[in-house]
């Protein structure tokens, strides 16, 4: 296997990951139109129907797991852009287990879905690795994992196509090659595979006469993952892993050289879930060189949640105690509305003359995109109207959004495998901690992403090009970072080599092993007209 592994050591990583983050096409336009337009679609009444692939198109897009392409001195790669893939190292493919098909269940006339695999991941490791003999043959590991990639997308391609009797067959398949306890593959392919299980649930159920997809079916979805297991989750992935804690730390970094100079403070948290972010940022501004700033506010905009709210608060006491040992005055408040232009005015966000006012965005934005766009436009023009000192954006840097299902199928199966890679770096198989970020934060999104559309799915991850012309057209601009050299040491407590970081026109992007995973920002108003 190691004669397989590709040597990325002396790839210049600011270069590959520019090269991974290619300028989108406008969605409205279809990214996947200018490439596959000649390509009959399935159901041409059906806005969600997916482009075939070719078969070419699927051999470079299961050589893209084990061979990267190769870049000049420019960043440029030598094939043409036609021919340009995402690609990263393939993972170990030794057959470490079977999981068996995960139980379904519909609730209520909404046709809602439920199908976390809650049951299979607590099974522990020794347990599991009975249930299948260790494979001997390296090259035997590889060609199970290439097969499984191969099922995947075809399963992937009969699905898009409403074919559900090839993909229920195919799916029969992938589940003796998938187990959320093997390596990296197996597990991420079994978070795919049980998206799959849940999109034929809705196609079996929720399917038109004509055939086409009902957008609007099973709005609300209904998960066996519950907040508090997901927060569990979610301070996990912060504690073993530097990707939330990048996004903190540029954003606070950010925040702080804006507030030079500035005694009075008010951040507004959109979509906040937690308070994992702002110890550092207390901390940072009290011993900034012209002193502490007079009165800090925080503001959390959260969803109507009295547990989320009571949760908060308590939190929020032990930072106000900390911050008064600082010399900070903190004030904090909460807001349990929907995040819409509506809320977003000066009389609701009790602002106030004399502070700056700061927005957080952190990965949260992008449950405001939809396939019109006109939700994000709206709240990103309330907050350009508010004139902030400063907005924070914080997001994944994948393209989930596309207009077809198999396009955003085979992007997120490079994103999520590059994540799933990681922790394989970083954590051991049989973690409890490894299995509780992969069950109960990556499979959701996964989940989310690959069973759901219309409002049911909200994990619409965005390019950074993308959300660049988005803030753009807004009335924002960039505000250069100059955290680069902090977010090197950062990175190198973890021990870790796989992580990539890069600037990238005033923003910085954390990847792995060049693969792009998260985007960090600044924006302010621009105040020069637009042409």
């Known amino acids: 296997?190691?004669?397989?592994?590709?040597?990325?050591?002396?790839?210049?990583?600011?270069?590959?990951?520019?090269?991974f983050c290619p300028a989108r096409v406008e969605a409205?336009?279809?990214?996947?139109?200018?490439?596959?337009?000649?390509?009959?679609?399935?159901?041409?009444?059906?806005?969600?129907?997916?482009?075939?692939?070719?078969?070419?198109?699927?051999?470079?897009?299961?050589?893209?797991?084990?061979?990267?392409?190769?870049?000049?001195?420019?960043?440029?790669?030598?094939?043409?852009?036609?021919?340009?893939?995402?690609?990263?190292?393939?993972?170990?493919?030794?057959?470490?287990?079977?999981?068996?098909d995960v139980p379904m269940s519909l609730e209520g006339d909404d046709m809602e879905i439920s199908c976390s695999p809650v049951d299979a991941f607590q099974v522990t490791d020794d347990a599991n690795r009975d249930l299948v003999p260790i494979v001997e043959e390296v090259s035997h590991g590889v060609d199970q994992g290439l097969h499984l990639v191969h099922m995947l997308l075809a399963c992937a391609e009969a699905v898009g196509c409403r074919d559900t009797q090839l993909a229920d067959s195919i799916l029969s398949q992938i589940w003796a090659s998938v187990s959320p306890f093997g390596d990296s593959l197996q597990r991420v392919s079994y978070c795919f595979a049980t998206g799959l299980k849940?999109?034929?649930?809705?196609?079996?159920?929720?399917?038109?006469?004509?055939?086409?997809?009902?957008?609007g079916a099973g709005s609300m979805e209904v998960?066996?993952?519950?907040?508090?297991?997901k927060m569990e989750a979610f301070q996990l992935l912060y504690q073993t892993t530097p990707f939330v804690a990048f996004g903190y730390m540029v954003a606070n970094e950010a925040i702080c050289q804006a507030a030079v100079g500035k005694?009075?403070?008010?951040?507004?948290?959109?979509?906040?879930?937690?308070t994992f972010q702002w110890p550092s940022l207390i901390r940072t501004l009290a011993s900034r060189p012209d002193g502490p700033p007079k009165?800090?506010?925080?503001?959390?905009?959260?969803?109507?949640?009295?547990?989320?709210?009571?949760?908060l608060e308590a939190s929020m006491r032990a930072l106000v105690d900390e911050a008064s040992s600082l010399g900070i005055p903190l004030k904090f408040s909460l807001l349990s509305e929907p995040v819409t232009p509506s809320l977003l005015i000066k009389e609701k966000l009790d602002l106030r003359e004399e502070e700056a006012l700061f927005f957080n965005g952190f990965m949260h934005l992008h449950k405001y995109v939809k396939e019109s766009r006109g939700s994000l436009k709206a709240i990103l023009q309330a907050l350009k109207k508010l004139s902030p000192t400063l907005l924070t954006v914080v997001e994944q840097d994948a393209n989930h959004n596309g207009p077809f299902f198999l396009g955003r199928f085979l992007e997120s199966l490079h994103y999520y495998s590059a994540i799933f890679d990681s922790l394989e770096a970083s954590l051991p198989r049989n973690s409890q901690q490894r299995m509780k970020i992969e069950r109960l934060h990556f499979a959701e999104e996964i989940r989310n992403i690959v069973a759901f559309e219309g409002s049911s799915r909200i994990e619409r991850h965005e390019r950074i090009d993308q959300w660049r012309r988005q803030l753009g057209r807004a009335g924002f601009q960039v505000l250069g970072l100059k955290c680069l050299s902090q977010a090197r040491m950062m990175l190198s407590v973890y021990g870790c080599d796989g992580y990539t970081l890069a600037s990238e026109k005033g923003s910085l992007l954390l990847g792995w092993k060049g693969r792009p995973i998260l985007l960090a920002s600044a924006?302010?108003?621009?105040?020069?007209?637009?042409?």
Request: charged fraction near 25%.
């Open 1 to 19: 296997m190691e004669a397989l592994n590709i040597e990325i050591n002396t790839l210049n990583h600011d270069l590959a990951i520019r090269r």
């Open 28 to 100: 409205e336009q279809g990214e996947w139109e200018g490439i596959l337009k000649e390509i009959d679609l399935c159901s041409p009444t059906d806005t969600t129907s997916t482009p075939r692939l070719e078969a070419w198109e699927i051999d470079e897009f299961v050589d893209s797991f084990i061979n990267m392409e190769h870049y000049d001195i420019n960043g440029e790669n030598r094939e043409s852009p036609e021919e340009e893939q995402i690609v990263f190292e393939m993972f170990s493919m030794a057959s470490d287990g079977v999981c068996e």
């Open 198 to 215: 849940s999109r034929l649930s809705v196609l079996h159920n929720n399917v038109n006469t004509n055939g086409t997809f009902m957008n």
């Open 223 to 229: 998960s066996l993952v519950s907040r508090e297991e």
């Open 263 to 274: 005694d009075y403070l008010h951040i507004i948290d959109l979509g906040m879930e937690h």
């Open 295 to 311: 009165q800090l506010r925080i503001t959390g905009l959260i969803d109507d949640d009295q547990n989320l709210g009571a949760e």
């Open 523 to 531: 924006w302010q108003v621009n105040n020069v007209p637009s042409s």
